[in-house]
């Protein structure tokens, strides 16, 4: 589904990426791990083209994609969570999530694409005439995480969605992430610190250092030893 080779990014003056290469199959959930500082929000930055490239390129689902605008990549099936989730605060939860829809022109059968995600996040429903600004963290995640889904991508990426998150809401997110990946119609690219959470959802990961993959292969291989040496502080 996703296909990043070679790449190489700077940022004012210096080499934040080295040569960055995986593969995210379809249908499957992957997990790019790593100590915090190594590159991994740069490379989801520049697999969505908010961020340039020196070298490389990025394909999804055969189409090379690495010169397009951020909007063209989204229009193309590239749904972005980012760290710190960019809800619209002073917009409505029902507001946040009509945009989702318009903004990929995806309102066909609006009703049916909202009851989908308020079975996925039931609290969503609750409150739509509530402000983003008045979630509590959790439940912006959420709201992102849904705004996202609307757009029916075929790669769904989160950056971090269980950071600041509390418990049961964590659960609630790694449940539609199983959800999806049953339902197998998109492949997710997940950022994360939460090892446990990686190791139960993922099925193939990668672990970036100093900003390259030094280890990479199926969830089954990483093991204690792999942990202790590229990821233990």
């Known amino acids: ?35 915090n500082g190594v590159g991994k929000t740069t490379t989801l930055k520049t697999i969505v083209g908010l961020q340039s490239t020196d070298s490389g390129s990025v394909t999804l689902d055969g189409d090379t994609v690495t010169r397009k ?6 229009r193309e099936g590239m749904g972005y969570v980012p760290q710190g989730r960019d809800i619209f605060p002073h917009l ?3 507001e946040n999530l009509d945009i989702g829809m318009r903004a990929q022109g995806k309102t066909a059968n609006k ?3 909202l009851e989908r995600v308020y079975g996925l996040f039931p ?19 959420q709201l992102a995480i849904a705004r996202a889904l609307l757009t029916e991508p075929k790669l769904l990426i989160l950056d971090e969605p269980t950071e600041g998150i509390q418990p049961n809401i964590i659960d609630q997110i790694g449940e539609t992430i199983k ?6 119609q998109m492949s997710i690219l997940l950022v994360e610190q939460y090892l446990d959470f990686c190791k139960e959802l993922a099925d193939v990961f990668a672990i970036m250092d100093r900003g390259a993959v030094v280890a990479s292969g199926p969830i089954a291989e990483l093991t ?10």
Do not use: W, Y
């Open 1 to 35: 589904m996703l296909t990043v080779n070679a790449l190489n990014v700077s940022i004012s003056g210096s080499q934040i990426l080295r040569g960055v290469t995986f593969e995210v199959p379809p249908k499957s959930v992957f997990c790019l791990m790593g100590r």
């Open 69 to 74: 605008r951020p909007e063209q990549r989204a």
């Open 92 to 94: 409505t939860v029902e």
């Open 111 to 113: 009703k049916a694409k």
């Open 123 to 141: 609290i969503l429903k609750e409150f739509l005439p509530r402000k983003g600004g008045m979630l509590s963290g959790g439940q912006q995640q």
């Open 179 to 184: 959800m999806l990946r049953k339902e197998g």
């Open 224 to 233: 204690d030893q792999v942990v202790r040496k590229h990821l233990t502080v």
